[in-house]
């Protein structure tokens, strides 16, 4: 990353980067925001189905039984 940074991470909270770490507005440039450039745990919506770098770690990930049920649903951009 060209852009230093510290944090500290709260519990149930996650820092994000981007893959193109030269040019992605993720966590690093929201630092001065609410949250430290954080977002809830709750917020995420999404699906790991492989690890892909680096290429040498490449694989897929299995999906548990437990996301087999069916999904809340909830706006992830509507506040509690």
Excluded: C
Excluded at 5 to 29: I, Q
Excluded at 49 to 68: N, S
Aim: proline content about 6%.
């Amino acid at each position: 990353s060209a852009k230093q940074f510290d944090v500290r991470v709260p519990e149930d909270r996650l820092w994000v980067m981007g893959d193109n770490r030269s040019n992605s507005e993720d966590s690093r440039y929201h630092q001065d925001l609410r949250g430290n450039g954080t977002i809830p745990v709750q917020n995420v919506v999404g699906k790991v189905f492989a690890i892909v770098w680096p290429l040498g770690r490449f694989t897929f990930v299995d999906r548990p039984k437990t996301f087999e049920q069916e999904a809340l649903q909830r706006d992830p951009m509507k506040r509690r």
